[in-house]
């Protein structure tokens, strides 16, 4: 299964690389984005599902621990074959949207 990363969520991984300081949260990230890839149909990679004005799941799962106060999450879903992440931040992701 191939992973596709937007535009936004290849722009936060490439933050925190350049980052020493993010390398626990790239890790947790990069744990959970593997996860998702091997099992996205189990329990844990579904925990939460947000739906798309046409209809279409988004899973919204957890990554473990907390940084600078915030718990951050990652948002997938299938395309095909494919996992695409649209989304890797905060877990207010509607308010860093605005």
């Known amino acids: 299964m191939n992973i596709i990363f937007s ?5 936060v991984l490439d933050n925190m690389e350049k980052d020493p300081r993010h390398a626990d949260r790239l890790a947790a990230v990069w744990e959970v984005v593997e996860f998702v890839a091997e ?3 189990s329990a844990e990679a579904r925990r939460r599902a947000l739906w798309t004005p046409a209809g279409h799941a988004v899973w919204m799962v957890p990554i473990p621990g907390r940084w600078d106060g915030e718990r951050w999450i990652l948002l997938w879903q299938l395309r095909g074959e494919d996992v695409l992440i649209p989304y890797i931040g905060p877990e207010d992701f ?3 949207n605005n």
């Open 39 to 41: 099992h996205p149909g």
């Open 7 to 11: 535009a936004r969520a290849g722009q």
């Open 94 to 96: 509607r308010a860093a």
